[in-house]
Nanobody
Framework: QVQLVESGGGLVQPGGSLRLSCAAT????????MGWYRQAPGKQRELVTT???????NYKDSVKGRFTISRDKAVNTVYLQMNSLKPEDTAVYYC????????WGRGTQVTVSS
């Protein structure tokens, strides 16, 4: 099993930046992939970005060039640096870890508004 705890959400103005963190504990050595999804009110949860254990990264088209996923294996943490935020980025952001099955964090709210 893996436990995931997200942090770093908040309220930011359009054009601003936030950095989300996702700390993993438990059977972290078995994680094949980690990533971030988001869910806006009234919408389905959608992929934002993923990173595999081998370092392969994937981004949703609308965040390319603005968001960056990174990881620190020493502390079993994945980060999401979000720049040039737009109101349409407003959502609850969830951390995902995939090993024998998918594990999810509880989510952190990101609100982009003036």
């Amino acid at each position: 099993q893996v436990q995931l705890v997200e942090s770093g959400g908040g309220l930011v103005q359009p054009g601003g930046s936030l950095r989300l963190s996702c700390a993993a504990t438990g059977s972290v050595f078995r994680i094949n992939l980690m990533g971030w999804y988001r869910q806006a009110p009234g919408k389905q949860r959608e992929l934002v970005t993923t990173i595999t254990s081998g370092g392969t990264i994937n981004y949703k088209d609308s965040v390319k060039g603005r968001f960056t996923i990174s990881r620190d294996k020493a502390v079993n943490t994945v980060y999401l640096q979000m720049n040039s935020l737009k109101p349409e980025d407003t959502a609850v952001y969830y951390c995902l870890a995939a090993l024998d099955r998918q594990y999810w964090g509880r989510g952190t709210q990101v609100t982009v508004s003036s």
